[in-house]
């Protein structure tokens, strides 16, 4: 071999192997990037935990906030006194909920699922990553969520506040909360929230609007609670309880034509229904009279509002000064509850009613 060719040889080689080099460099360094998508919280997941789990045991957690890192189920079992009793703060078609301190001292909300609710592990876990990944202020946030076994578990963020449905119903105090102005701007809100989940590239349909799922922080902002959950469980759970019969005010009337397909038009049906409920202080599932009739809650909105009987409905704990929005309000929860879903409007049309309410009752309108 003379020189030259040893030369060009020895050159050829050195570029190639720096070519391999620079091609595995580059291949790490791209499988290594995770995409970094804005709106998507850091998660972590453990899986097995072995200390906790028998073997065929399926465990996986994960949490969607930055608050809470890692969330196991020896650390639920802590939190909650091994699910005590003493720790329940709600008892739903679903499930317990449960206050739990976790050891960062962050409250949350656990909601253990009862086992007749279950559904497959992958199935799960899968829609328990979308549900997390939302974030909207008027809707509560799920922190994450812990499979084991054969138990199904939620981690929400506490809300202080309680629902709706027990400051409406559960609670007379003299000095209620719930003044006409709160009760718009709590209307204003489950409807931003309510459109924010019916506006999502996959929309989701909430299924189940009702005053027990609108939960209250503490600066008595509503946020709506249990979205995700009916679709999964709807058919299965449909034994008779006063749950059940709690729900049955809520449903549109294409339901009893046994036309029980989720439609964003359901939820404004059942969202107009929880406006009725919020102005007259009414349980849904219970009748009303009116002309020696019995009719339902939302049968007797459209009557009264026919016959411009508006202050009648009013609940009397509300102390409304001249006109402030009282006709207007009923209007619109009656425009919601139409019969026929092609007349009922989107929830983006309810809002954009309800924020010229509040700006005719001088609330202010949040961005
Ligand atoms: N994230 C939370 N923060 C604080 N309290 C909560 C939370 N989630 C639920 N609760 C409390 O638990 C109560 C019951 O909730 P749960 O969803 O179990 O039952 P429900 O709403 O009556 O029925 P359903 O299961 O049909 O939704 C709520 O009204 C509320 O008082
Ligand atoms: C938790 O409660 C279950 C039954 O309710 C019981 O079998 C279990 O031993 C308890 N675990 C602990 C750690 O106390
Ligand atoms: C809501 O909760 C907060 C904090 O717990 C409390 O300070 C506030 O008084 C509550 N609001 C009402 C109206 O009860
Ligand atoms: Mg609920």
Known sequence: MDYKTTAILVAASSSTIMLIILFILVVTFVCRRRPAIKDQPPRNHNFPDPDLTSSDM?????????????ISMAELIKATKNFSSDLIVGDGSFGLVYRAQLFNSV????????????????????????????????????????????DRILIYEFLENSSLDYWLHETHEENSPLTWSTRVIVTRD?????????????????????????????????????????????????????????????????????????????????????????????????????DDKEVGLAQWAVIMVEQNRFYEMLDFGCVVGSDKGVEEYFRIACLCIKESTRERPTMNQVVELLEDLCRFMYVPVTP
């Open 190 to 290: 489950v409807a931003k929230g309510l459109a924010y989940l019916h506006g999502l590239p996959k929309p989701i349909i909430h299924r189940d609007i009702k005053s027990s799922n609108v939960l209250l922080d503490s600066n008595f902002v509503a946020h709506i609670a249990d979205f995700g959950l009916a679709r999964r469980m709807g058919a299965s759970r449909s034994h008779v309880s006063t749950q059940v019969a709690g729900t049955m005010g809520y449903m549109p009337p294409e339901y009893w034509e046994g036309n029980t397909a989720a439609t964003v038009k359901a939820d404004v049906y059942s969202f107009g229904v929880l406006m009725l409920e919020l102005a007259t202080r009414r349980r849904p599932n219970l009748p009303v009279v009116v």
């Open 58 to 70: 399926v465990t996986e957690s994960a949490s969607f906030d930055p608050s809470i890192c890692e």
């Open 107 to 150: 409250v949350v909300a656990v909601k253990k699922l009862d086992h007749d609710a279950l559904q497959g592990f992958r199935e799960f876990a899968a829609e328990m990553e979308t549900l997390g990944r939302l974030n909207h202020p008027n809707i509560v946030r799920i922190l994450g969520y812990c499979i084991s076994g054969s």
